[in-house]
């Protein structure tokens, strides 16, 4: 079996993808970046794709020879994207198996898609989901509807680790329904079995663990997973959760807000009816692979990592603006004399160096990559100008210069978390 993985980059897309290299089927990866492909999935041929601009003639040459095709595509929070991706991008991928005879068609959508869904997200899900469907016999199909997914690499796995790495426990209080998780290694089990299954096929299957529970009680699983004991649990106002949702802090949007408190559940026995599979518990699926050390400092590094880049952030914005606005211009002047700068030199010094600085500040929130690095090779230029002109300053007891070190590696950190991300 030829089987091609659209969005094999994606959290759901890699973890299927290592599965069935790993059983020795013949996979093809396709994404926007597929020589970060070939290097992430070792076994699996990688080409490039694009479901935002990809039409149907796009996909000709690449379905040629694929038995089966799975798309895992899926954003959150690009509201713009979606009917692009979820609905335009995706119908005109499944016009093309049907074109390219390919045998099968697996689509990830969501629980809860539907055409008179509250939520975009869920819209434009159905809009792919529905096309597919109407598609009749033309090649056997399934719609595979997940609720919230776990597991290593997921966006909804780090926010909710993150939580249960915190000193305390938060609840969403009344701003949160049920939701009915579903191990990724168990969700790829589905999937597998779904390529295997003999056709005719023609499913829309709700793909959901055996338990309810509200993201507290999965809160409180992944904290049991992290070794970590019980602690105090506090409700958070509501005012608060809504502020974060409107202003989009971290994972926090006003549409996943609505998704949580519309809840996400199914009864899970249509499902081990159709596939002969039963999901394990949450707390069974995880101790698969028990929690170490690392599980337990990436969780709370998650919490710090933004902390770190706007401390780093202010230090640069504030080594820019106070010479041009606090320090009188008089100090400015003589310490570049020092420097052998004066007149207009030393003005155009001053200005390049205190810009410099902001830029760096303003790249460090922008997340542009490799901001801290520029900041490290900034940093140390004006060390070792300032250790030339004024060694003194090493035994100065302020430390102007020592704190240099700190501010080192801050900026080694931040840059290592960004790689971890990137």
């Not at 980059?9 to 599965?19: E, M, N, P, V, Y």
């Not at 909804?156 to 790495?165: D, E, G, N, P």
């Not at 004024?390 to 950190?413: C, H, Q, R, T």
Request: hydrophobic share 55%; charged share 15%.
């Amino acid at each position: 079996m030829h089987v091609l993985i659209v969005a094999a980059s994606g959290f759901i897309g890699r973890h299927l993808a290592a599965r069935l290299v790993a059983e020795g089927v013949r996979v093809t990866a396709a994404g926007r970046a597929p020589d970060r492909l070939g290097r992430r999935l070792p076994g699996a041929a990688a080409i490039r794709c694009d479901l935002a601009t990809n039409g149907l003639e796009d996909w000709r040459e690449r379905l040629a020879g694929v038995d089966a095709v799975v798309n895992c595509a899926g954003l959150f929070g690009d509201e713009r994207g979606y009917a692009r991706v979820h609905a335009g991008g995706a119908i005109a991928l499944f016009d093309a198996c049907r074109a390219a005879g390919v045998g099968r068609v697996l689509q990830i959508s969501a629980l809860g898609a539907a055409a008179d869904a509250p939520s975009a997200y869920h819209r434009s899900k159905a809009a792919a989901d529905d096309h597919l469907a109407g598609m009749g016999d033309a090649f056997g199909w399934a719609i595979v509807r997940p609720s919230l997914v776990i597991g290593q690499g997921g966006q909804s796995s780090a926010l909710f680790t993150t939580l249960a790495a915190l000193p305390v426990t938060p609840d969403l209080g009344r701003a949160d329904g049920l939701v009915q998780p579903i191990h990724v290694d168990d969700l790829v089990e589905i999937l597998v079995r779904l390529l295997h299954a003999p056709l005719p096929m023609a499913a829309r299957i709700d793909a959901v663990g055996p338990e309810p529970m509200t993201t507290a009680a999965l809160v409180t699983i992944l904290r049991s997973w992290l070794g970590l004991p019980d602690t105090m649990r506090v409700t958070m106002p509501r005012w608060m959760i809504a502020g974060a949702a409107r202003l989009s802090i971290g994972p926090v949007t006003r549409e996943g807000m609505a998704m949580l408190a519309a809840g996400n559940t199914a009864p899970v026995e249509p499902l081990i009816a159709m596939t002969g599979f039963r999901p394990a518990t949450m707390a069974r699926a995880l101790a698969r692979r028990p929690a170490n050390g690392d599980d337990l400092r990436t969780a709370r590094l998650a919490f710090v990592a933004p902390v770190l880049r706007v401390a780093l952030a202010l230090v640069w914005f504030a080594g820019g603006a106070i010479p041009l606005f606090v320090i009188p211009a008089a100090t400015n002047m003589a310490w570049l004399a020092r420097a052998g700068l004066s007149g207009g030199m030393a003005t155009t010094a001053l200005w390049a160096g205190a810009l410099a600085d902001i830029a760096i500040g303003a790249a460090l929130l922008l997340r542009i990559r490799g901001a801290a690095l520029a900041g490290i090779a900034l940093m140390a230029t004006y060390t070792l100008i300032l250790t030339h002109i004024a060694p003194e300053l090493w035994a100065d007891p302020f430390g102007p210069l020592a704190k240099n070190i700190a501010v080192l590696a801050l900026s080694l950190a931040v840059n290592a978390l960004e790689t971890r991300h990137g």
